[in-house]
């Protein structure tokens, strides 16, 4: 007995419904930019109600099922971080800050040093 991988198949309504309402989005959009001659209220209303559209569309999909749920767990894991103090933000800022100037003038000076060598001694140019 062979042990084989099953992949299982999404529904196709579940595609459809990403693409209808990708296409929602777009037609908001448009709408929004082809009533450029009306108010701004009407303008913005067919943007919203593009988006509203879509939005329900892509929550009753597969993906937006899944979207939602990995939201919701992202939202659970940074609960869980423990974040840093002010102070100890503000010391981690400043030796970052050393760091980078303590490597900023050992790269000018091996600059300089390499500048040296190949200009003076090695080129014998003068500057």
Do not use: C
């Not at 595609?15 to 001659?37: E, H, Q, R, T």
């Not at 100037?101 to 000076?109: E, H, K, P, S």
């Amino acid at each position: 007995m062979s042990n084989h991988p099953v992949q299982t198949v999404g529904e196709s309504g579940s595609k459809l419904k990403v693409i209808l309402a990708v296409l929602a989005v777009v037609a908001g959009v448009v709408g929004f930019y082809f009533l450029s001659g009306q108010s701004g209220l009407v303008r913005t209303s067919a943007l919203v109600a593009g988006l509203v559209v879509a939005v329900a569309l892509a929550w009753t999909s597969t993906q937006g099922r899944e979207f939602v749920g990995f939201a919701k767990e992202a939202v659970r894991e940074t609960k869980k971080v423990v974040w840093p103090t002010r102070k100890e933000a503000m010391q981690i800022t400043a030796i970052v800050f050393a760091f980078v100037l303590v490597m900023a003038i050992f790269l000018w000076g091996i600059d300089k040093l390499l500048e040296v060598l190949l200009y003076d001694v090695i080129l014998g140019w003068k500057q």
